[in-house]
Nanobody, 127 residues
């Protein structure tokens, strides 16, 4: 059974850090483009960061570049999103997604196509 399971969300104060995990089962993450997306209350889904399974290329949306880091542990079949210097505007439900045929990491984050979605993990940044 193909599945993506996110974990690591929670509540944190501004300036704090969280590390999100996306564990895959039923397929090998290293063969796919993997993306982290988020959806804030009342807003559309936004691609935050994506990584290529083919060349390890990465992409970050401008609002998180320099604060977030995407990485992959092939042995654990897991992708991570390290989030530092969190801001209230980072509050959202974070989803991971996988696609095999995306034409690049930026296209993946633009929502080109997604084969699999996780169920989401909420992140709240508030004082």
């Amino acid at each position: 059974q193909v599945q993506l399971v996110e974990s690591g969300g929670g509540s944190v104060q501004p300036g704090g850090s969280l590390r999100l995990s996306c564990a895959a089962s039923g397929f090998t993450l290293a063969n796919y483009y993997i993306g982290w997306f988020r959806q804030a209350p009342g807003k559309g889904r936004e691609g935050v960061s994506c990584i290529s399974g083919h060349d390890n290329g990465t992409y970050y949306v401008d609002s998180v570049r320099g604060r977030f880091t995407i990485s992959r542990d092939s042995a654990k079949n897991t992708v991570y999103l390290q989030m530092n210097s969190l801001k209230p505007e980072d509050t959202a439900v974070y989803y991971c997604a996988a696609d095999f045929y995306a034409p690049g990491v930026q296209a993946m984050c633009a929502g080109y196509h997604v084969d699999y979605w996780g169920q989401g993990t909420p992140v709240t940044v508030s004082s």
